[in-house]
């Protein structure tokens, strides 16, 4: 298991950026695949984009594709969440998660949040 602590949210006009970024405690950091999701008010928990172990492969949910990012610093244990356009859609809090192959997401390492605000 690692710990993750996420960063970097806070308020934003419609059409900014932010970069959020998720350290990670532990050796192992490069051995698992790393997620970002987000829960809206009254919404439930979905996917944004992940990252593999294994040659950095990712994957994006389509509300995140062609204005999110997502990249990892093995040396630096951490995961990164670049997010360019933002919509007032895209507020929430946003959980960075880690995970082995062959594990599902919610059997894996989740951080507290941090919350992403995007006024109109």
């Known amino acids: 298991q690692v710990q993750l602590v996420e960063s970097g949210g806070g308020l934003v006009q419609a059409g900014g950026s932010l970069r959020l970024s998720c350290a990670a405690s532990?050796?192992?950091?490069?051995?698992?695949?790393m997620g970002w999701f987000r829960q809206a008010p009254g919404k439930e928990r979905e996917f944004v984009a992940s990252?593999?172990?294994?040659?950095?492969?990712?994957f994006a949910a389509d509300s995140a594709k062609g204005r999110f990012t997502i990249s990892r610093d093995n040396a630096k244990n951490t995961v990164y969440l670049q997010m360019n356009s933002l919509k007032p859609e895209d507020t929430a809090v946003y959980y960075c998660?880690?995970?082995?192959?062959?594990?599902?997401?919610?059997?894996?390492?989740w951080g507290r949040g941090t919350q992403v605000t995007v006024s109109p």
């Open positions: 532990g050796r192992a950091f490069s051995t698992y695949n």
């Open positions: 990252i593999n172990w294994v040659g950095g492969r990712q």
């Open positions: 998660a880690a995970v082995r192959d062959g594990s599902g997401w919610l059997n894996g390492s």
